[in-house]
């Protein structure tokens, strides 16, 4: 057997390990049921609740924004995101918040938004 | 019905059209005939005339396609769909480049621009490898421009016309507006564009992509002659021209993802200038592969050995350069990254795309007739499979299949060398060098490609494997495999996992880097070596002690919790390496090379890469989040972290400490530039004197850009120093306060804001800007009120406001209507407290609804920030060693230039 090959064994062996590492190190999608029993990070799709209010007071303390949430398949849950408000929250189509329930609340502790500031899908809706 | 529509130009999309069907047509034959040519007639001119001017007229026709669009932007031609989505008519001619390219059908358009061009050099310059090479280059165009073609084969839609026209596209087919012959006039939104996004009206929007498309488009050269070697059978001489090039494209790659990490750190709002986000690794992991295939096959020129390394890599960086088109363009990404594109429906064209370029290059490392046919036996299965709609398993099969082939074209058919390289050669450690970055590129790539993943585990057979896995081993990871629904977790650990995986490996390369080029080739002299690298190993060992102590173990890292300690550990160690890598170098550069900087481009280069990692280690480790919560409320008990306390919020007036400075914010400015209103907040930052006295040291201004179409987007304001940055920006703004700067002396007088209307029964909530408000009564009110009158009837709607205290208030609105005139007045519910008022003003007739206007106080409470402020120590060593290494890998590129061309002489 040649150098190379016992290093080449030992570079797919770190790969290998990486990619199990993988699996130690992701959380999973989830909605809030499945969140209520897993108890553990996830990241859970879906939309804001224009019904319900929004709260933040940045003068109390800005690291906290609350806001109502609904999952893909349409249960809300009240969510304390524990960052400032997202500048346009209330444009958002879409929110995937990353963190676990405590309590009665889902508790994030990140949060992504699709604007349709982002690339944009350029439909036109024309009121006629 | 024929409707003939009033001021539509249809000419220019008609054009542009035809420009990208005679792209695609000639890029077809194009390929036909430079096939041809290598098959059979490679030395018959007519062919070679045939070729060129097929591939002529090609680029010609791709010049054309992005000439046609940038007029049309020009031209504010909004009827069609590219021109209104990402161009807007007061916007400043600078912007227009960015315009064109803002768009997923615009970019690929600049891929292709660049590739044409590259395509016209390599048709003078490659003599004897002209045929295959751009036989190469002309397929990727096919398949480049077939993504602009936008036709429909029944039900197969293949590519997006950039020159479609708004009413034809399909979301608006069969909508009343598209009847009507003059939507253009009459619509006001056809008026204007939408213009290009506010986070991307900047320079770096200019340069940014072109530079990373040329590196996207660089890295097909080496593919191109690799491929074409294999094919020709010419295994070895095909490195020589495509060597220069893997450097070209080392360097513009580099470059230019850098310039995406600059951007980011200058003007996004990302904190930063690197954040593991999938679009920034993606194309992060060709370049760390082209770096090795750089490597590889300057090893094998000067050396003759890994031969199928330098297939295996230049391979590997293309087809990972399609993977990352994929990853960025195919919306598979869309729930993990920030800024990838949505799915345009391109997904299956994309992997069409991947597919073949991966058929291709593994039917050539086959190097076995039978071999080949039984593999492309199982593409033409799973192409059907595709085809069947079976996306997932049938890549998931036909990746098993190539690397199969491979494994085995390798072991049974490829012409091995005999001879074994010496453990102390600089070959040996080279290869090892390119190994490492392969397997750092293999992690990146492979977290990066979690939604992939997924995908793959999702198919049924696989699904069913780990079922069964999990059903007799109970291992706690086969449940994640069985679930099939990973991840990436929140951003701080993302950024925590690859900095555990990536420094090691950034340690590794570094050690390299500074070792290998004081081996010989062939055989090194052990003690000879040892005595060189002596002097500099423990230069770097006395400097990194004493520095790593001051910067992270000092007596704040008794405060450093949890693994941040680890990565501490991690850094200190990355940090000799990379000193040591420097201080090597450089002592090779000077007492070796005795200083001949056209000899050195190699060892500059790893300087410069050894300064950037400096940078990065000491920005990144020791950035330092210096706006804090200083609150009331303790918020650390909801997070296990305690650390996203990150924000400070600033009154107006008021003077906050933040680290080592007072914060004061003292006012804002609306400007209206280039037709965009822009509101900067004016941040003093105060320092303390020896007097004891503050004053100003210096203004930083973040800014917000309004764009009422997209939304608006918060930019930094840095004040760079030699040593450190200072980096802030507006995280969040009250966004009456946004539109009130017109005019403070007026916001002033008016007590509130304009009222918004509410319908509402009792029992409804409004939420407000500053409070929440339940009705909490609506009732008729009787003589027992104090507001009675015979004359009117008289009702009343109470309401109980919740502020952010969750105090609750009680107060009264009234509406009178005259018995008799039917004149109705109001009496206004007021909290001054919490600075809102109601007016209740209408009945809802039959629905037990009334209507209520609100409004809320304007009053200098409203005017405030929360900001992020961070320091970034030594990120201009950083941008210095990026500098550095462009210039290295540009003395290298010159150097080798004028060796080949020695060769030839």
Known sequence: ?128 | MEINYIGEQTLWGELGHFFVVLAFVTAFFSVIANVFRVQNAINDVGWKITARSLYITHAVAVIGIFTTLLLMIVAHRFEYQYVWQHSKRDMPMNYVLACVWEGQEGSTLLWLLWHSVIGLVLMRRSKEWEAPVMSVLSLVQVFLSMMLLGIYFGNIHIGSNPFELMRLKESNLGLPWTKIPDYLSKIALFRDGRGLNPLLQNYWMTIHPPTLFLGFALTTVPFAFAIGGLWTKKYYEWQKPALTWAYIGVMVLGIGILMGGAWAYESLSFGGFWAWDPVENASLVPWLVLVGAAHVMLLYRNKGQSLFTTFFLCIATFLLIVYSTFLTKSGILSDTSVHAFTDDGLNEELTVFMGFFLWLSVLLLAFNWRLKIIYTGIAVIVLLRFLDGQHASSMFILLLASLLVMIIGYIKYFPKQKEEEDLWSREFWMFIGALILLAAAFQISFYTSSPVVNKFLKIESVHHFFQWVESTTHWTWSSKLVEANMAPGNSDRVVLFYNKWQIPFAFLVCLLMAVTQFFKYKQTDFKLFARQLFRSFLISLIITVPLVWFIYFNSSYIHVVGEKRGIYILCSFLLFASIFSLLANADYLFKILKGKFKKAGASIAHIGFAILIIGIVISTSKKDTISRNTSRVDISSFTDQGSNAENIYLKKGDTLKMGDYFVTYRKKERIIKDGTPYVFFNVDFLTKGKDGISKLDFTLRPFIQLNPFMGNAAEPDTRHFIHKDIYTFIKFVDAASLVDTVDEAMKKSQLFDKPQNHTIAKGDTISLDNCIAVVDNVFKIDSTNANYSNDEYGIAATFKVFDGLMKTELITAYYFINKITGVTRQVDAIDEKIGVKFTFWKVQPNENKIDVYSAVKLSEKADFIVMEASIFPGINILWMGCLIMAIGIFIAIVERKRKNNLDKS
């Open chain 1, 1 to 128: 057997m040649k150098k190379t090959h016992i290093v080449l064994i030992l570079i797919i062996a770190i790969g290998i390990g990486s990619m199990f590492t993988l699996l130690g190190n992701s959380s999973t999608y989830a909605d809030f049921k499945e969140a209520m029993e897993s108890k553990e990070e996830v990241h859970v799709a879906g939309t804001l609740d224009r019904t319900k209010p929004m709260e933040y007071n940045p003068e109390i303390n800005p690291n906290k924004f609350s806001f109502y949430m609904l999952d893909r398949n349409g249960n809300g849950k009240h969510v304390i995101l524990l960052k400032s408000k997202p500048n346009d929250f209330e444009r958002s189509q879409q929110v995937v918040i990353v963190g676990s329930i405590k309590g009665n609340d889902f508790v994030a502790n990140d949060i992504l938004m699709k604007c349709p500031s982002k690339y944009n899908d350029g439909k036109l809706i024309v009121a006629k």
